[in-house]
């Protein structure tokens, strides 16, 4: 490689860096989620972090935005977001979500069932493998993404 070759290339990085923070800023987030979930709240500062708009409203239930929002019972958790038509369930990370955003897959959304520790706003000393998984408006499932499990 040469100068030329590596000085574009080392420009281009914070570049798309910033495309990616640009498409957050830009993106509203509303998230349904109960009073007394302090994960939640961690899950939304994450979300905030990554430069997304995220409104939340505090609900006695979240399985009545589940059903709204058609999030299969099996990938059930926590709390139950919404970003540009797409439901969001869980602890899903912020950059599974900008990926969902601009490959725009014809999908319902995106979910980490139940509550995994060492996915965002479910930090700790033990991460465990986790999948992040994408589900149709049919109930389909597939692995949209992949986490290892760190100690």
Not at 3 to 18: E, H, N, Q
Not at 50 to 72: H, L, S, W
Request: proline share 6%; aromatic share 8%; net charge positive.
């Amino acid at each position: 490689m040469n100068r030329k070759s590596f000085l574009r290339a080392a420009l281009a990085l914070p570049v798309a860096g910033l495309a990616g923070r640009l498409l957050a800023a830009a993106t509203h987030v509303q998230v349904y989620k109960t009073a007394t979930c302090g994960c939640c709240g961690q899950w939304v500062a994450h979300m905030k972090s990554n430069g997304f708009d995220v409104q939340f409203e505090n609900v006695p239930d979240t399985a009545p935005y589940r059903q709204k929002y058609g999030v299969p019972e099996a990938m059930a958790s926590c709390h139950t977001a919404v970003v540009e038509g797409y439901a969001i369930e869980g602890h899903v990370p912020a950059a599974d979500i900008q990926r969902l955003l601009r490959e725009k897959p014809k999908a319902a959304g995106l979910a980490v069932p139940g509550m995994v520790m060492g996915s965002p706003g479910m930090e700790g000393s033990t991460a465990q493998a986790y999948s992040v998984m994408l589900f149709t408006a049919d109930g389909k499932t597939s692995v949209w993404s992949k986490y290892p499990a760190k100690s």
